[in-house]
């Protein structure tokens, strides 16, 4: 077998819905806000995806270190809640599939019936991804999907009602604040069906010098995957950003308990940008907003499951206790 991908079109959406044009109309209603803001899921182009596999490797940042371990020792846990019947892996922003390897090595040893289901934004991402399964895993089925997280869920369901193990892995959950938090995990829940598994990192609270250390990473890899964003917007809307007119910077609020991003504009300037049609101006030190990364505490987990209708299967945490895989069951009986 081979791994294959579809990029989804906006007829296989049915809703022609054009990415340019939301891309634009979001930039455009971020950066008029006050305070300004621009949203995350733009991060990841092809080279915003590049700089965050980057990201993933570095020695401050701990959260793909635990997750590893969490997935290598508790392989057999995950593989118990769905080994019953033929089903579909799906990863809701799989990237290099690093992690999930790790789970697709024990269930193709075990010899269960599944097809692994990748879904991410970044075509590049998805090439390397399906390229590298292909030279590893010559046995496995695995059909990749091109779309944004939800677009490729309804896709997907629209093809088969295989019972689905869906992965969200590291603590991508925390980009979303707590209603936020809440829409996406019922929108997931009306994507899914009664007895679907849900597995989601969550990354926990816990010494605040350490978290700190994994937002301002020593090479500034970090900086450069915020600063694509903005390289990004020159690149397809006709921005004209010059990125030495800012600076990054990361830090954590103590009463949301998230580390909040920004980009930070170290002079009065003005920013136009062609596609949208206007210029954007900042004042010496006026942010912009870039990224949540929220963390949680078990309680936290508990109360998001209950709220959004899942039953909670079994918390995997690491031996340190800086991050927990949360396994749910949808509930909708």
């Not at 769905?82 to 799989?94: H, K, N, T």
């Not at 677009?151 to 193990?165: E, F, N, V, Y």
């Not at 991050?323 to 749910?328: A, L, Q, T, Y």
Request: some cysteine; glycine content about 6%.
């Amino acid at each position: 077998m081979k791994a294959t991908y579809r990029v989804l079109t906006p007829q296989d959406l049915d809703n022609g819905e054009i990415t340019s044009q939301t891309f634009a109309l979001e930039v455009l209603t971020g950066l008029s806000e006050n305070p300004k803001r621009l949203q995350s899921k733009y991060f990841y182009d092809d080279e915003g995806s590049r700089l965050f596999q980057q990201i993933m490797a570095l020695p401050e940042y701990y959260l793909t270190r635990c997750e590893r371990d969490i997935l290598t020792q508790r392989r057999q846990d995950i593989a118990g809640h769905i080994a019953a019947q033929p089903f579909l892996l799906v990863e809701l922003g799989a990237g290099d599939g690093q992690k999930t390897r790790i789970l697709i090595d024990h269930f193709l040893h075990r010899r269960l019936s599944f097809t692994y289901v990748p879904v991410d934004i970044s075509e590049g991402a998805m090439q390397t991804l399906t390229t590298t399964l292909s030279r590893e895993f010559p046995q496995l089925d695995a059909d990749g999907v091109v779309a944004e997280y939800f677009d490729g869920l309804k896709w997907l369901s629209a093809q088969t009602d295989h019972r689905k193990l869906v992965l969200f892995l590291g603590s991508n959950i925390g980009n979303f604040n707590r209603p936020q938090a809440k829409h996406f995990l019922r929108s997931l829940w009306n994507s899914l069906n009664d007895g679907d598994i849900v597995l989601i990192g969550f990354d926990l609270k816990k010494d605040i010098d350490l978290m700190l250390k994994a937002y301002n990473d020593s090479r500034g890899i970090t900086a450069a995957f915020n600063f694509n964003l903005l390289k990004r917007i020159n690149r397809e809307l006709g921005g004209d950003f010059d990125i030495g007119k800012f600076r990054f910077y990361a830090s954590y609020d103590v009463f949301s308990g998230a580390i909040e991003s920004y980009l930070v504009s170290l002079e009065a300037q003005t920013v136009p940008i062609k596609s949208i049609g206007q210029s954007f101006r900042f004042k010496p030190w006026e942010p912009i907003h870039m990224e949540y990364s929220y963390k949680f505490l078990p309680s936290d987990i508990e109360e998001l499951a209950q709220e959004t209708g899942y039953t909670i299967l079994q918390h995997l945490t690491d031996p340190q206790g800086y991050f927990s895989d949360s396994i749910w069951r949808v509930n909708k009986t």
